[in-house]
């Protein structure tokens, strides 16, 4: 099921800017490190990484629900990997692909402050 962004789940991210940028720097180490494939269908970004990042991976989601639920996140172990699946609302439009781009460890340490300064890179 694809998300949609309502007024008790919208499209802000509740770190502020040192904590976001702290964030950043991990996800992109992370993804450094332990990322070996990634694609994207729609809204949704599909992400493995090597077994290795189990536990660092865990405990980013787990940090990436509470600062964005907004998002949805979907962990599992497969194949001798872990694969995340990442789903943006639907009405995340253009700014999916900037969301993701930090994911992808494509943004360490500037984090997009639109969406009323929130940092989650969103056009809103």
């Known amino acids: 099921m694809t998300p949609v962004a309502t007024p008790q789940t919208s499209m802000a991210c509740s770190l502020d800017n040192d904590k976001l940028s702290s964030r950043l720097g991990r996800i992109a180490l992370l993804a450094k490190r332990h990322l070996q494939s990634e694609r994207q269908d729609g809204q949704t ?13 865990r405990s980013i989601v787990e940090l990436e629900r509470q600062c964005c639920p907004f998002l949805v996140f979907d962990l599992k172990e497969a194949h001798g990997a872990i694969e995340l699946a990442i789903t943006a609302p639907t009405d995340a439009g253009t700014s999916v692909a900037t969301i993701f781009d930090h994911f992808r460890g494509a943004i360490a340490d500037q984090p997009t402050r639109s969406c009323a300064g929130s940092g989650c890179g969103c056009a809103a």
């Open 45 to 57: 970004l599909q992400l493995q990484y090597a077994s290795a990042a189990t536990d660092e991976l």
